[in-house]
T-cell receptor
């Protein structure tokens, strides 16, 4: 069966510091991968998605970036965090071959102070 | 999320039935999802409808009307653990098959 993991689960970072959130998927090959953010009182906002290694599409202009160095690894980064980057970050995956359902990782709580 | 509307909050009594509605733009529509999200946790998949009609999974059922741009999630025999946010998400952009999420409906079940 397929599983998705992301880490760290929680982190508190000062303004201006860098960020790296990592996500890996097991049990499937060549998945579509996604990074979403959920701010307090708001819906899920798609940040990035990837259909293959090195292929990243950005949905929202911001100071975040994403990379996919391996087939089942997706990384969300920032060089300098802003207060507005605080939120709940969710990695998700979808099978390329079967169905349209996306499945979420456990989520990472980021608080920028 | 743009183009997806659902109520912000609903309350219901344990043991009762509740219906959570969702409307969406019909242009480019290619399927509708419902997810459950408990506070502080990630969303978990409940249902996916692409054809008109009702699909039942135990205590949860999901309905879709493509022509009306309308869906609902029906929860029967409510339990306290059903207190959560319910997210409606629709594939609206045709080719990319990436769902757009509504803001979610916070359901509070009380004794």
């Amino acid at each position: 069966s397929q599983t998705i993991h992301q880490w760290p689960a929680t982190l508190v970072q000062p303004v201006g510091s860098p960020l790296s959130l990592e996500c890996t998927v097991e049990g499937t090959s060549n998945p579509n991968l996604y990074w979403y953010r959920q701010a307090a009182g708001r819906g899920l906002q798609l940040l990035f998605y990837s259909v293959g290694i090195g292929q990243i599409s950005s949905e929202v202009p911001q100071n975040l970036s994403a990379s996919r160095p391996q087939d089942r690894q997706f990384i969300l980064s920032s060089k300098k965090l802003l207060l507005s980057d605080s939120g709940f970050y969710l990695c998700a995956w979808k099978s390329r071959d079967s169905g349209n359902t996306i499945y979420f990782g456990e989520g990472s709580w980021l608080t920028v102070v | 999320g743009q183009n997806i509307d659902q109520p912000t909050e609903m309350t219901a009594t344990e043991g009762a039935i509740v219906q959570i509605n969702c409307t969406y733009q019909t242009s480019g529509f290619n399927g509708l999802f419902w997810y459950q999200q408990h506070a502080g946790e990630a969303p978990t998949f409940l249902s996916y409808n692409v054809l008109d009609g009702l699909e039942e999974k135990g205590r949860f059922s999901s309905f879709l009307s493509r022509s009306k741009g309308y869906s609902y999630l029906l929860l029967k025999e409510l339990q306290m653990k059903d207190s959560a946010s319910y997210l409606c998400a629709a594939i609206l952009s045709g080719g990319s098959y990436i769902p757009t999420f509504g803001r979610g409906t916070s359901l509070i079940v009380h004794p």
